[in-house]
């Protein structure tokens, strides 16, 4: 093996050597980000591919996820004249390659779990898997190795205490299995300094599981970096020239939520304003949101688009309608609160990302009691479904900054 590293060029750094010295025929690597678990598996099973005729499978929760691995498996075999035919199937497709000694590997996504039955298999990898069905794993993919008494490569960066951190606690009692977990820090290639800024940029749960490969609990408030002193602020003001947009949360019965968000040239988002409003239609909301905007400009700031509540598309074209530019927000849950819980963090000047003023009593109100929904280890974190409205407001506006590139001072970015 150690032979044909050298030919290709592949230098395994220690974490990753320990998971190539381990016989055992089931394996699961939990690591933090950027470790090189995709790398690893895809060179673990190079001395197969190179000299028998074996039928593996990637299989990922998307074939976009699966994709690392068969690009590094291809472009090894084919440094060491040992590819036969590859076809890279892309984001939308599989991917498929065979070896020269009549080895076949397929890249498969687990979207649609009926289609995986049938087939026996040599090794089996799970590239991400703790985004994987634990009942796909066990009903469908597990029992492809039992005729050949295949191999089994997990990996996977953590994601709370699902069932992949009990096949953890079950593979640390040792035969078949062996359990590694390394934290991203353990890549001498990743440098130190990386490592700071994202313990500094990123809450506390989400660097350990992320960079630390740590199996975290999910409880407790929701925003529990958020501190009145800091990020509360009277007659909160943006500087002439910011960027504002709007979120909008959708109700009648219960409230409809409108926040204004500026982003400073700093890159500091600043909550300006909130409308909190019961039996009130789009009709009745346009001309109040307008006021607001209205009020803003007279400040020198810029008005983008709104990003409303997706549920509520028919609302959202009576605002156009009545002249609002609105548009469809992004609603993955977790991962705008990430992005807003990334924002309360401080700066390495001090100041926290995020500030809210203070007569947003509304949204005060909601970040201070928002929880997650008590539940076993085992699951998903789901935070509470009632008192968000302006907190899912918030994350529409958040989210949507996230992503907006390349704006340059005095021009319009929409």
Partial sequence: MFDLWRQIGYRPHAAQLEFHDAPQRFQLLVAGARFGKSLAVAMETLRELASMPLRGWLVAPTYALARPEFRFMAAALSRAGLLAQARDGGRAGPCRLRTTAG?????????????????EL??????????????????VLRPRLTTRQGRLLVTTTPRGQNWVHRSYL?????EPWRAFRFPTWRNPLIPPTEIALARTDLPADVFDEQFGGEFMARSGRVYSDFDPALHVARNLCAPAGSLVVRGIDYGFTNPTACVW?????????LVLHELYLTQQTSNDLAPQIAAV????????LL????????????QSETLRRLGLNVGRADNEVLA????????LKRRTNG??????????????????SYTWLPAPASQERVPQPQYNHALDALRYAVVALARKVGWKAGAQPW
Avoid at 111 to 119: A, K
Avoid at 293 to 300: E, P, T, V, Y
């Fill in 103 to 119: 080895a076949e590997v397929w890249g498969l996504s687990a979207q649609r779990p009926q289609v995986l039955l049938g087939e």
């Fill in 122 to 139: 040599d090794w089996l990898a799970l590239c991400e898997a703790a985004h994987l069905d634990n009942d796909t794993v066990d009903r």
């Fill in 170 to 174: 079950h593979a640390l009692q040792g």
């Fill in 261 to 269: 968000v500026a982003q400073d040239k700093q890159g500091q988002l």
């Fill in 293 to 300: 905007d209205a009020s803003l400009r007279k400040q020198g």
């Fill in 303 to 314: 008005i983008g688009p709104a990003y409303a509540d997706p549920s509520g598309p028919g």
């Fill in 336 to 343: 705008g609160i990430d992005l807003v819980r990334a924002a």
């Fill in 351 to 368: 100041q926290p990302g995020l500030r809210m003023d203070s007569r947003c009593v509304n949204l005060l109100r909601e970040i201070e």
